[in-house]
Each structure stands twice: as structure tokens, then as C-alpha cells.
Nanobody
Framework: QVQLVESGGGLVQAGGSLRLSCAASGRTFSSRDMGWFRQAPGKEREFVAA????????YYADSVKGRFTISRDNAKNTVYLQMNSLKPEDTAVYYC??????????????????WGQGTQVTVSS
């Protein structure tokens, strides 16, 4: 079992920045695909960004390309989401997700096996 704990959410003005962190339990973090998703009120959960465990390839939703950066620190069992140039439409609960060890997740899908509780990001105009 993997536990994921997100942090770093908050209230920020449009154009500002936030960095989300997701700390994972266990000893196989470096062998897991990791992803970030978000869910706005009244909307379905959507893909934001992902980083593969094998090769470190990175994927982004079109809506955040050029503004958000996903990264991982395997020594700290942590994945980050640096969010710049935030817009009011980025307001959502942001969730971290992890796949089973050594399993490849199709980028952009919700095939992850473990999910965090989420952290609220609110962008004011």
C-alpha cells in the first residue's frame, strides 16, 4: 500500500505561482509512474501532468503546457508540480497519483492505483 500526501495548495492571485508537493510512503517510489490531476467544482477530474519512472519522460495537458512543471526527487520520495502564470481557471482540488511499482501507466489516463486526498488551489482574478 502507498500513501500519498499533497501539500502546497492555497490562495494566489492570477499570474502568481505555487509549488505543490506529494510525499509518498514506501521504498519503491523510484519505480512508479506519478501523475497530477485536478478537479474543479462541478467538473470531472482531469489530467494535468505525469512523469514516468522508466526514463523520466514527462507529459502535460495542453491547458498547462509552458506554465506548469512536474518533477520528481526519488531520494525524497516526492513529486512536485511547479505552477506559474496561474489563471482563475486553474482553480481546483489537485490530486497526486501513483501507479504500481514497475507498471507503465498510459499518459493522460486515470489508470493510477493510488491517490492522495487532494490540496485546494484557488486563483483569484
Amino acid at each position: 500500500q502507498v500513501q500519498l500526501v499533497e501539500s502546497g495548495g492555497g490562495l494566489v492571485q492570477a499570474g502568481g505561482s505555487l509549488r505543490l508537493s506529494c510525499a509518498a510512503s514506501g521504498r519503491t517510489f523510484s519505480s512508479r509512474d506519478m501523475g497530477w490531476f485536478r478537479q474543479a467544482p462541478g467538473k470531472e477530474r482531469e489530467f494535468v501532468a505525469a512523469v514516468k519512472w522508466n526514463g523520466g519522460r514527462i507529459y502535460y495537458a495542453d491547458s498547462v503546457k509552458g506554465r506548469f512543471t512536474i518533477s520528481r526527487d526519488n531520494a525524497k520520495n516526492t513529486v512536485y508540480l511547479q505552477m506559474n502564470s496561474l489563471k482563475p481557471e486553474d482553480t481546483a482540488v489537485y490530486y497526486c497519483a501513483a501507479g504500481r511499482a514497475f507498471r507503465s501507466i498510459v499518459p493522460g489516463t486515470m489508470e493510477y492505483d493510488y491517490w492522495g486526498q487532494g490540496t485546494q488551489v484557488t486563483v483569484s482574478s
